[in-house]
């Protein structure tokens, strides 16, 4: 009974307001939904600061300006990268400096070189000299020996009238021969020597100059590189 009254009454109410033109004009059409329960995301944006709960505080080896900056606060970066550059101008002109001294050196040190091996090229070719002598001295010792003997000989056979004294000046001037190419050889076989002693000098400074190249090439390439 009550419901058939609140639906009496209801309906009256609403025959009442359509019938007036003014409420009807601002009414407001509703559409009616099911109830849910549902979370609600509720977001706040608030200025703040972040801080990092380890600090690393970060120099430069050198004084100058900074001509770049590669990273900004709040990014991730690992060991080694490049946070920023820094341009110093007394340090580029002087590394300009090494960079051509490092080229100078370098042309030096092949120039050494070369002068290693001309050295080494000359020693060989010095000691095949001396070698050679010393080839041709037995071979001359020997041509020495022989007519040595030979003039001995016909010496003896002159003396006793066997043979002419004018044979005799033949083996004499062919033993003097001998003897004159032996002195030649001991004369070649010495200068060989000598040359090889100097060419030997010449390889170990060539090889010092070489050293020192390199030593100076080093150093300097340390001072670029620092």
């Known amino acids: 009974f009550l419901a058939g009254v609140v639906s009496l009454c209801g309906c009256g109410a609403s025959t009442e307001i359509a019938e007036d033109p003014r409420v009807a004009n ?5 559409r009616l939904v099911a109830a849910a329960q549902a979370d609600v995301a509720r977001v706040s944006q608030q200025p703040a600061s972040v801080l990092a709960y380890y600090e ?22 690992q060991a080694g990268d490049t946070l920023a550059r820094i341009d110093v101008p007394e340090l580029n002109q002087q590394r300009e400096t090494l960079a051509a001294q490092i080229d100078l050196l370098a042309a030096e040190e092949q120039a050494a070189l070369a002068g290693l091996h001309l050295a ?15 080839s041709q001295q037995a071979s001359v010792q020997a041509s020495l020996v022989a007519a040595e003997a030979e003039f001995n000989r016909t010496e003896d056979l002159v003396n006793r009238g066997a043979l002419q004294s004018r044979i005799l000046d033949e083996t004499r001037n062919k033993r003097d021969s001998e003897a004159a190419a032996k002195e030649a050889v001991l004369a070649t076989v010495a200068t060989g020597e000598a040359e090889v002693a100097v060419a030997e000098a010449e ?11 390199q030593a100076n090439t080093q150093v300097t390439r340390r001072r670029l590189s620092e």
Do not use: F, H, N
């Open 120 to 134: 080494m090229a000359a020693v060989q070719s010095a000691r095949a000299r001396v070698e050679q002598a010393k």
């Open 56 to 77: 690393t505080e970060i120099r430069a080896q050198a004084s100058g300006y900074v001509s770049a900056v590669l990273v900004d606060i709040g990014d991730v970066v």
């Open 26 to 30: 601002s009414l407001v059409p509703v």
């Open 203 to 213: 390889q170990a400074a060539a090889q010092a100059r070489l050293k020192m190249a």
